[in-house]
């Protein structure tokens, strides 16, 4: 349990870090002075528009009159009040001019409360010109927040995610077997993972190596993301097949996959700690030589200077990796996809009435999606106090926070993140303050967008009534047919187990989410 814990804590720190390395900035001003360019005179200015304004949702609470509170009030001329947003304050009342959600089923429920001001996608198209030429490529994403043909909110996207699956080889595995080419094929694939646990790939004379080895008591899934994208499926996810939704759990092509899996372990070829192996437990078989290939996070693994590949040149000098594709089956290839959601910006219902006001707010989130310098300023802090680029002297690429503000909690003192939007940023800003070695090689190796969920992850009425119960239920029928416990046909017995017990109403709900929000 506890490696269970752990893991998912480095996937959301993975996540988070991603997320940061996606807003990362810089100022093109100079830094030293932190004074805000208001390209306004004092004589021009006139009273500051009051903005009642809702902190990051993942805040703690609110910090009043921080460094970044009174720089946006100086640069913006406007008078902020810092909100936490709660359930229970928005049903009082309390519903601040700007605000952001987390998933489109919080903006639908607080629409239904008539607390919201609906958005028109004219003004996000004239305000935030180059914001819009974006998020128009994700037109799905406005799906989500639309009722009655009205836009409830401005979605945020998520591009370009380190965090990807695809495939690491042992290459000098590979050599050593005779496989030339590195696998691309599902077929190809097996016919590695076979000679890697047959053919003494580590040359010791001894049997004592593996294909592969799974997660498959991951929090949310099964593990074996790219095998299961072989065949078209990812247990869990909500799929669409011919305008139904259906879940990955349970379809035919998921039961094709199992038995595949099943064979391979019948014969040895995967090992046996599949169940309990997590991606720091897999990632160690790889340097010690019992396995011969692992899914990795594309940041992790894919450019010579990555973290797993520098570990491996530590630890095991003489092996030589390959970072591949993920291999290509009957139903194409694929992995685990978290898909472009990110959060939603809300504006309050009394906005519509203030149209100085509203025009304010778009002013600053237009700077907050293409101005350096209040994006730096509010995701970031002060560059050389706070935070710095990766690389020393560098003008662009990644960053990285300085010692003494490497603490989420150290830096919202401060206000950085609190009056952040994250991800409104524009592609061409994101595309500048992150690896273009790394970003290129995302766009290589990724599956997705293939696949993701149909329902982009939203959370279901029911969710945490069934959801987990039935995510459990999953992982111990797969583990069972894939170590030969019980045979393949159990999987039917799986199946209607898993409708008997919220899943076959879970899966009304997602049709119905579908219908309401989603369908193309
Ligand atoms: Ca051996």
């Not at 959600?101 to 919080?106: H, R, Y």
């Not at 996959?257 to 169940?275: C, H, M, N, S, T």
């Not at 590949?309 to 685990?336: H, R």
Request: net charge negative.
């Amino acid at each position: 349990m506890s490696k269970r814990i752990k893991f998912v804590s480095a996937i959301l720190l993975t996540v988070s870090l991603a997320a940061s390395l996606l807003t990362g900035c810089t100022s093109k001003s100079d830094t030293s002075n932190p004074s805000p360019n208001t390209g306004k005179t004092q004589e021009t200015k006139s009273k500051p528009i009051e903005i009642s304004w809702g902190i990051h949702f993942a805040a703690e609470g609110v910090v009043n009159d921080s460094e970044v509170q009174k720089w946006l009030e100086q640069k913006f001329n406007v008078k902020i009040k810092p909100v936490k947003v709660t359930d229970a304050s928005i049903a009082s009342g309390e519903v601040p001019d700007i605000f952001m959600l987390g998933d489109p089923a919080n903006v639908i429920a607080y629409q239904n409360q008539g607390v919201l001001m609906s958005i028109d996608q004219n003004m996000l198209k004239e305000k935030m010109p180059e914001y819009y030429t974006d998020i128009e490529k994700k037109k799905e994403l406005f799906q989500t927040v639309t009722v009655n043909n009205e836009l409830w909110a401005i979605p945020m996207f998520i591009d370009l995610k380190p965090y990807d699956l695809a495939t690491l080889w042992r290459k000098d595995w590979l050599d050593k077997v005779g496989i030339n080419k590195v696998p691309e094929t599902l077929d190809e694939y097996e016919k590695a993972i076979y000679a890697f646990a047959q053919k003494d790939p580590d040359g010791n004379g001894v049997k004592d190596t593996y294909g592969l080895t799974g997660t498959a008591t991951s929090t949310w899934s099964s593990g074996f993301y790219s095998i299961f994208g072989a065949f078209g499926v990812e247990p869990t996810m909500w799929m669409e097949r011919d305008g139904q939704i259906v879940n990955g759990s349970i379809m035919p092509e998921t039961k094709e996959a199992l038995a595949k899996l099943r064979q391979w372990y019948a014969d040895g070829v995967i090992d046996p700690e599949f169940i309990t192996d997590t991606q720091d437990s897999y990632r160690k078989k790889l340097y010690n030589n019992r396995i011969g290939v692992i899914e990795e996070q594309i940041a992790k693994g894919a450019l010579p200077e990555s973290p797993v590949i520098a570990e491996m040149k530590s630890l095991n000098p003489d092996a030589e990796l390959a970072f591949s594709k993920n291999p290509k089956g009957p139903g194409g290839d694929g992995s685990w996809d978290w898909g472009i959601k990110s959060n939603f910006i809300v504006i309050g219902n009394k906005v519509k009435d203030q149209p100085e006001k509203l025009a304010k707010l778009f002013e600053i989130l237009q700077a907050q999606s293409n101005d350096e310098e209040t994006i730096n300023m509010t995701s970031l802090g002060v560059k050389g106090t706070q935070w710095d680029f990766v690389e020393s002297g560098a003008t662009s690429g990644a960053t990285k926070f300085l010692p003494g503000f490497e603490k989420q909690e150290q830096r919202d003192q401060l206000g950085i993140r609190l009056f952040s939007f994250g991800n409104i940023t524009t592609q061409a800003y994101r595309d500048k303050y992150s690896d273009p070695k790394l970003n290129e090689a995302i766009k290589t190796y990724s599956s997705a967008p293939r696949w993701t969920d149909a329902l982009l992850f939203s959370v279901l009425p029911s969710d945490g009534k069934y959801k987990q119960d039935l995510t459990s239920l999953m992982q111990k029928y797969f583990a069972q047919i894939i170590s030969g416990e019980i045979p393949l046909s159990d999987f039917d017995k799986f199946v209607t187990e898993w409708k008997a017990k919220g899943g076959e109403e879970l899966t009304k709900e997602a049709n119905e989410m579908y219908q309401a929000q989603f369908k193309k």
